[in-house]
Each structure stands twice: as C-alpha cells, then as structure tokens.
T-cell receptor
C-alpha cells in the first residue's frame, strides 16, 4: 500500500513555479522521500529524492518539513513538457525494495 | 541516469497466444529487476521482483504460471504472458536497479493489446 497522500490534480501556468504537496505522516526514520513523474504512455522518470534535508537538482527542488511528515516538490519554471503525473513515494534506501506507486498528482501546465 | 530499454514497444496478439517482452539494462548490470503493469487511468502496479539467477517473487494476486519471468543475465529480464486474453491488455513496464546509484530506472514500457 502506498504510504503517501497527494492531491489528484493541479494546474499551473506556464513559466510559474509548480508546488506539488505530499503527505507521508507515517514515514519511518530510515525511509526516504522519492519523486517520479510519468508523462503519458512513457515509463516513470526519476526526479529527486531526500531524507530530511532540502534537496535541489537541475530538475526540481524538494522541501521536506522538519517532522518529515510532508514534503513539497517544486518545479521552479514549469513548461508544457512538465505536464505529467507526479508520484511521491517513501521507501527505504535499499534498492532491492521496489517502488510502490500511489495515485499521484496529475499536473497540467497551461499556456 | 542509467538506461533501461524494452522490446517491443507495442504488440498486438490474438487471444490464446503467448507474448514475450524483453527488458535490458544498457549501461549497467542489474541484479534486480521489477515488472509493473498499468491499466488505463490507473497507477503502476507491481507484478513481480526478478533477481538474476533465481526465481522471481510475485505479488499477491499475480499468477506466476501465466506471467513467466526469466532473469538469466545481469542485463536481461523477460516477461512472457502465456495464453494471453483481452483482460491482459495493458501497459507493461520494467524497472532495473542500478547498484552504482542504488536507484530504480524504468524502461519506456510495452503496450500489449490482446484481440
């Protein structure tokens, strides 16, 4: 079972920041927060992951609350190509544990 | 990131036939691969975990005799849908763990249509 809760859908204007929230109130101390996205009819694409510190890479920023019960993925300047379903997943760092996907958030970037 | 390929990208078959889907890790050795299935407008559902040189571990409700998984090398895993029926029509996605990054990377998916 997915351990995260995300809004089913969000809209964002092109060029603006997209802030996607995720609740993971039952996260345990050794679990990381991962974000993936899936563009229509493609395989999921890794975006970013973190444990407790905020993280940033060329795609996005991940803000994790101090109690680690929620996080926000930030796409700083959304483009039409960012339209996708975004999945927030919590998982232990061991790669042998498969990713379990919830329903995700369908982000629509609007021109 | 690491690259995972799948073949074929699309396949249409008649009911009762078997279909094989290949998943390859192109630039790394994957000791563990995962197979997912995705129905329209739904999320990915894990079907099985495949470890090189050993039997796959199937999730509850997934028929191991119908979905045969073989992980014979560190770069190749295959999923064979045996005696396919229209309800097996779905988007099948494989994923491989890259031990260099301890991450899962996904293939582009295979769309199976059973007539």
């Amino acid at each position: 079972d997915a351990k995260t809760t995300q809004p089913p859908s969000m809209d964002c204007a092109e060029g603006r920041a997209a802030n996607l929230p995720c609740n993971h109130s039952t996260i345990s101390g050794n679990e990381y927060v991962y974000w993936y996205r899936q563009i229509h009819s493609q395989g999921p694409q890794y975006i970013i992951h973190g444990l407790k510190n905020n993280e940033t890479n060329e795609m996005a920023s991940l803000i994790i609350t101090e109690d680690r019960k929620s996080s926000t993925l930030i796409l700083p300047h959304a483009t039409l190509r960012d339209t996708a379903v975004y999945y927030c997943i919590v998982r232990e760092y061991s790669g042998n544990t498969p990713l379990v996907f919830g329903k995700g958030t369908r982000l629509s970037v609007i021109a | 990131g690491a690259v995972v390929s799948q073949h074929p990208s699309r396949v249409i078959c008649k009911s009762g036939t078997s279909v094989k889907i290949e998943c390859r890790s192109l630039d790394f050795q994957a000791t563990t691969m995962f197979w997912y299935r995705q129905f329209p407008k739904q999320s990915l559902m894990l079907m099985a975990t495949s470890n090189e040189g050993s039997k796959a571990t199937y999730e509850q409700g997934v028929e191991k005799d119908k979905f045969l998984i073989n992980h014979a090398s560190l770069t190749l895993s295959t999923l064979t849908v045996t005696s396919a029926h229209p309800e097996d029509s779905s988007f099948y996605i494989c994923s491989a763990r890259d031990p260099r990054f301890n991450e899962q990377f996904f293939g582009p998916g295979t769309r199976l249509t059973v007539l």
